[in-house]
């Protein structure tokens, strides 16, 4: 298959401490691939040196055959790589149609937009309630993204994700923080959007991981532990060692989330 994100020896020192060691991971056209990993293995990490948040010390990142390690993160929206983060980001007095018209803004309008008419960007509304409806949302279009629940301000997120067009999505630790029902909700959204397009996910939740992951990397310490089906990581002895002591209890082998 066709690998659309490519690491090779990629490495990350905070003055002596190597928080990331000689990490290559491929990851497949198509696939929703997990990076998973005990407290401190290196995951966030990861993901910014993949999303251009931090520069890598050496090695590569390779992103549909264009070497993009020296990129800004930017550069990386345009080329179709966007990331979400473990906070929900908002504008909390906006609108949730509001707040996805902005994403389109950013993609498809010049960048004075922001400070024409509202009128003006109402041929955006049309795209915006598309987006909602995939995420189903649209029931939710005129309320203020302050008064929504955790789980489907995530929901907003990923619409605005989407209105950026990606073709490789990086979502950082999407069903942090909620409850069983909005986990559901969330974990069956992801498998939607998926379709046609490339999701990397760092995900504690392991019910999440084994239902709807295709490839599963496991990190420890910085380095690359293990990598393979749920089945196979599960089931491999040096990832339930990594996991030994850790307290979750959402999954076989669990992982915590990461500072």
Sequence with gaps: MTHVLETAGLCKEFGGFRAVSDVSLKVREGDIHALIGPNGAGKTTVFNLLTKFLQPTSGTIVLEGRD?????????????????????????????????????????????????????????????????????????????????????????????????????????????????????????????????????????????????????SVLQRGSILAEGSYAEVSADPRVLEAYMGSDDADGDIGAGGEP
């Excluded at 993009?68 to 949730?96: H, N, Y």
């Excluded at 989407?162 to 909005?182: C, F, I, W």
């Excluded at 909700?185 to 498998?191: A, F, G, N, Y």
């Design 68 to 216: 993009i390690t020296g990129e800004k993160p930017a550069a990386l929206a345009r080329q179709g790589m966007v990331r979400s983060f473990q906070i929900s980001a908002t504008f909390p007095d906006l609108t949730v149609l509001e707040n996805v018209r902005v994403a389109l803004q950013r993609r498809s309008a010049p960048t004075y937009a922001f400070w024409l008419p509202g009128r003006v960007l109402d041929r955006l509304n049309a795209r915006a309630m598309e987006l909602l409806e995939l995420v189903d949302m649209q029931d939710f279009a005129q309320t203020r993204a302050a008064d929504l629940s955790y789980g489907r301000k995530r929901s907003v997120e990923i619409a605005t994700t989407l209105a950026m067009e990606p073709r490789v999505m990086l979502l950082d630790e999407p069903t942090q923080g909620m409850g069983h029902e909005d986990v559901e909700r969330v974990t069956r959204l992801i498998k939607r959007v998926s379709a046609g397009r490339t999701i990397l996910m760092v995900e504690h939740n392991m019910k999440v991981v084994s239902g709807i992951c295709d490839r599963i």
